[in-house]
C-alpha cells in the first residue's frame, strides 16, 4: 500500500497515547488527529461522486457496456429525481409539468410516472492508490437498482430507502477511464405515496486499504452511563483484516477541534473500548451539543482507515412513570410525520433543503419527527443530529402482505434483513434516534404470522442496537390477548398477558387512536406509549393529554408539511346542500394537502392553531372562506377547514364571515374598523378557540387576548390593495456557490403597501442572472398548475418559491421576477 | 444514571392465544371476513359492507383495520358495530 493511503505521523500517534493516559483532558489537538483534511486529497472514505453523470430515461440495450455511447444523455448531478421532471405531451387537463392524468400510481403518487432510467458515469481512479479498495456507497436509489463496472455487474439493492455499497475492486482501469453504468427501476404500483425515481439521494466513493479497515457501519457508540460530572461512552469497532501491531484510535473531537477524550488500543475483529470523559457537552433536542466521533485504523503509524461522524453524548429512557427523559430530564415528543420529498425538489435529498425543513418546523415548536414510512436520508439525519430534532425511524410500510400491487411485500421474505441492517447500522449513532419503528399500519399483524414477524423484526434491532427501543405505528391494537414464554417475551413481560400488535414493541404508537389510549393504559398500565398519527383537528385533546398522561409521549402529526402524493387526504370542498358529505380527491389534485406546513414552507391555518397551543403564539386569526349559497364545507379527516389568514374578500362585503381566533388567554375580542364587534371567555371546553360570526366590510380586524383583564397579544389582518409588484425575498443574502447547494427564494405578490395578497393565483416569470441555475420553481398549490422546473409557475396564495441551485462557481446572481401589470421583483444575491 | 438496554430475546416460540370473542374493536376485519359465521353477522348489520370497505383505499387495510377503528372515517356507525358485537358474542369465544 503507499504510504500516503493517510497519514497520521507516528509522532502523533504517540501524542495520541499521552491524551490516553491523560483520560477526560481536553487538549488542543492540532497536528495530533487530521479532522477537516480536503476533500480533494485522494483516498479515504466519502469521496464525492455526485457530479457529471449521464441520464437517458426508458429502457436501453446494452447501455451497462463500456463502450455504449452516452454522449447523447443529458447531463446531470445526483441527487435526481426523473419523476419531477416534466412529462412528455403536455396536455392542458391531462399532462401538466410533472403530473399525468393515467399515471399507474394515481393519487398515491401525485399522478406520477415511474418507469426506467439509466445513468452512467465516468470516471478515474489513477489518482489514488494503485492498489486501493474502492466501493461505490449509495444513500439511497429508488427503486430495483442494478450497477455495473465496466459492464461487470457489480450489484444491487431492491428496497428504495436504505443505503447500500457495492465493491468495485475486482473490475476497476486503475488507468484508464471506467464507466459506472446505473440502472433504476421504478415500475407498477408500487407505493403509497410519491416515491421519486433514480438516484435521489447522493452517492460517494470510499477509498480503502485493500485488506484492513473498519468495517462499513462497523462502529457503535452508546453512551452508558451520566454520573458526578462524567460521562461513559462504550464502543464495540469491527475492523476487517487486523494484524498484530494494529491500534484502533477512538476519539470524541470538540467543534472547535480540540480532543476531548481519546481511547487506543489493539485492534481486533471486534475492538471494544471505553471513552470517558470528564464533563461532557450533553446532546438534546432543546441544545444539539456535538462532538465529532473519530475512528482511525493505525499500522505502524500510518492510519490506514479513518471514519468521522457526528455523536451526541445523551441518555434517552422510557417508562410509563415518567414518560420520555433526555440526560434525566423529562421531554414530551411535540412530533409531526414527515415523507421523504423535499416539495418542488421531488425526492431529491439536499442537505440544504433537508435542513431547511427542520428548521421551519423548530420555529413552529416541532422536536421530534418520524420518517414515514422508511429510513430517511443521511442528510436529513444529519440535520436533525445538527439541529436538534428527535427522529424515529421506520423500516417498513408492509411486511409479509402487501398494501399495493407491485410493493415492498413482493421482496420482503428475501430483504427484510437487508433493510434493517441498514438501516440500524448506518444510524444507529445520531444522538437524534430515539426509536427504530419496524412498520406502520402493518396488515395482518396479528395473525400467528404476523406475530412471528413482529418478534423476527424486533429482535433483529435489537441483536444490531440494543440501546433504542422498538416501535410500530398500529391503527389499534388488533389481534386478542397472548402470552409469551421466557425466552420469546421481551424483558420483564414473560408470563403476562399482551396483545398481538403490541407483545413484542417496546413502545406502541397509536395511529388516530386518542380514545383508546387513556382506557388501554387502564389494562396495562406498564406500557409508554405515543400518538404515531394524528388529525391535525385533535391538537388540542392530545396537549391535554400530554400535560397529564406521564406514560404518553406525545404526539406525530400526521403531517408536518405537505408531501407529493396521496392526492387531496387533506382536501377541502364545497358540497351541495343535501348531498352526501363525501369527497373524493382526483387528478388534478396532486399533492396530500394535510401539512401543517405546505409545499413551500408557508404556514397553513392548522399551523397558526398549533402555535397556540403549542405556546408558540398568543394569538392566531383567520377566517372561513365565503362558500357559493347552497353549498356547505367538507372537510377531510386529516384536513383542516379552509381559512385563511386574511381579511381580504372582495365580493363578501355585508356578508356575515366565521372568524376564528386561537388565544392563549381567558378573554378574546374582535374589533374592525376600531368597533367592538366580538368578545367571548375562553374556558378548558373551548380548547383555546373563539369562533365570531362578522359582516364583511373591508379596512382592520383586530383581535385582542386577555388573561386576567391583562392584554397580552393583538393581532391585525387588514384588506390590502391590488396587486402592484412582486417582491422576491432570499432566505439568505448569501447563498452556496456549491453544485449540490442550494438557495431559497419566496415570490410575493404585494399591493402598493407591501402587503402580500393573501389569495392570490397570477403567472410569474423569472429571469435569471448569474452563476446558479434553477433547482424548482411552484407554488404550493395542491392541483396541478405546472411544470416545476421552468421559469414560469402560478402564485398560489400570493407566493411562489425559487429554488437556485449553485453551478460551482462563486459571482452574483441577479434574480428578475416578472408578472403582467406588476412592477418586477429584483434581488441580487452573491454565491460564495 | 445508566443508560436503558433492550436485549434480543433468545429463541421464539409462538405465544399462547388466550381465548377471546371477536369483537368489533380488536379483531381485524379481515379475520371477521375469514370466519363465516362472523361475517354473516356483519353483513346482516351492514348490508353493503363489502362495497364500504371494498374500495381502493380501504381494501389494502382489512387486516390492518378492526370496523371500530373505521369509525372515525366515516365508513361505519357505533350502532350497527353495537349489535354486531352482541351477536359475535352468541359465536363464543375462540
Redesign the interface.
Known sequence: MASDFLSTPRRNVLVMAAVTAMGGIAIKAGAAHSQGRPAAEPGGRRQPFDEDWRFMLGEQTGAENRAWDDTGWRLVDLPHDWSIADQPGQTPGAVVGPFDKRSIGGTATGFTNGGEGWYRKHFRVDSYPSDARIEIVFDAAYLKTDVWLNGRSVGGSVSGYTPFALDLTPYLDRSGDNVIAVRVQNLGRNSRWYSGSGLYRSVELDVLHPTSRVERWGVTA??????NGRAVVDLSSEVVGPEKGDILISRLVEPDGRIAVEVSTPATTVTRQSLHLRGPRLWSAARPELYSLETELVRAGVALDRLVQPYGIR????DAAKGMTV??ERVKLKGGCLHHDNGLLGACAYPDADERRLRLLKARGFNAIRSSHNPSSRSLREACDRLGMFLIEEAFDTWH????PQDFAQQFPEHWHTVIEAMVRSARNSPSVIMWSIGN????????E???WQ??LA?AV??LD?????TAGL???????????A?????GRAGK????ST??L?VPGYN??LEDIAAEQAVHPERVVYASET?ARDLYDYQALQDEAPYFLGEFLWTAMDYLGEAGIGATARLKNGAY??YLPGFPWVNAWCGDIDLIGEQKASSLARDVVWGVSGLEVSVQRPGPEGTFAYVS?WGWPDELASWSWPGSEERMLGVVVHAAGDTVEVHLNGRLVGSKGLGPSDRRRAEFQIAYAPGKLEAFSYRDGRRIAHKVLETVGPAASVRVVPDRREGGAGRGALSYFRIEIVDAQGRVLPDDQRRVDLVIDGPASLGAFGSANPLATGSFQSPHAESYRGRALLILRGNGQRGTVKVNARSAGLKDGRVTVTMA | MDAPLYPPARAFVMPRRLPGLLDTKDTAIADLKAIPQAWAVVKAEIPNVEARVGNEMIKPHLGNFSFRSLLQFGVVKSDALDRIDQKLKALGER
Not at chain 1, 440494543?466 to 422498538?470: A, E, I, K, M
Not at chain 1, 398477558?497 to 398481538?500: C, E
Open positions: 452508546w453512551t452508558s452511563k451520566l454520573e441518555i434517552v429512557a422510557f440526560n434525566g402482505i402487501g398494501k399495493e399500519e402493518i396488515p395482518f399483524r396479528s395473525t400467528d404476523g406475530v412471528k418478534w423476527t429482535n435489537k441483536r440494543p440501546t433504542r427501543p422498538v391503527n389499534g391494537v388488533l389481534g386478542g390477548q397472548l402470552i409469551a414464554e425466552d420469546t417475551a421481551r424483558p398477558v399482551d396483545n398481538a407483545v413484542f417496546d388516530y387512536r388529525f358529505p363525501i379527516n
